[in-house]
């Protein structure tokens, strides 16, 4: 049987942060895979996880089962940190997911479920994963435009004509904050003028929250999804806990489905907890559990809080840096918008063949589309960096 197997691709970022681990050049620098690094080049855990773990292993009596959708604690948490105060807790169905990805994967699955002939658009460009798992879960999929690499801003004229083609019923998929992998975001008044197109069009917005946190801050990343979400009938949002409190690999995520119609909750619950069932039966509760623990400790929680607002402005400073020595050398603006974008990542402009040279001639690490990681920096490597983009022709 499992002769019949092809080979499959293999996932760009992956294959990369292998290479980069296979490079023996002592000088190398990773601006690959979104995790996030310290001036150090580590990726600690975070005093507060460190703190709850102890009283955690202190704690816990049992490893038995939680529950299908996670611990109630968790959802409660992460509906807060998420939402705010914008949406009533009683409107939203959620389960614990392995990841933002799970969140993801299983949105995708409670789409299908309910409409299998929708369609789901996405921003041109996006993760890569996404269209690859939305054409592995079978459902269509449709682009629409989003930045334009040559003023490497949102092209949000393009975006708005495309969106207007979209019928009732199909899903819209938006990158809460620090965009993957232009780190361009969309404004309030553009949001704004987003929801008015989806709710003209009945569209249904499934938003991705990976980075809350990392762009403009806590609340302010949230805004624009917010806003979705207490104007639209029905909003889903997958939510990753991986880079906001550094738990990459214990896996925690959480998908929710707020519905303005609470006599849907019921049914969309029982839902959810039937595909996590269908899929892994319970999620991982260890992160869950850590974030909970967090996030309803009064001292962890403001621990946890600076320790993130640190790690948001030393990725700033970087940026600011980084367009500064650009301009220097360059003698132009044309990197200015390193400064202007948020999150981990900005797409620098270049052509597949100087992510090559960089890689090759100084060893330099960045996606094919030229996404760079900001994390991956650091003040000594900032001009290394700008040195080499401006010998590379870029
Ligand atoms: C990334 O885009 O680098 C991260 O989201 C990690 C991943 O799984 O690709």
Redesign the pocket.
Known sequence: MLNALKPQPADK??TLMKLYRSDTRTDKIDL????YKNAAGETPVMRAVKAAEKKWWQEEKTKSYVGLAGDPAFSDAMIALVLGDKVSQETVAAVATPGG?GAFRQALELVKLANPSTKIWISSPT?P?HPSIINYVGINIAEYRYFNNDTRAIDFEGMIEDLGNIRSGDVVLLHACCH?PTGANLTQAQWSEVITLMQQNGAIPLIDL?YQGFGDGLEEDAAGLRMVASEMPETLIGASCSKNFGIYRERTGILMAVLQDKSLRTTTQTNLEFLNRQNYSFPPDHGARLVSLIMNDDTLRADWKAELENVRLGMLKLREQLARELRQRSGSDRFDFLAEHRGMFSRLGATPEQVESLRRDYGIYMVGDSRL?IAGLNSKTVPILAEAVIKAGI
């Open positions: 970022i992956l690959g895979v979104g995790v990805t993760w994963n993957n990976a990681n």
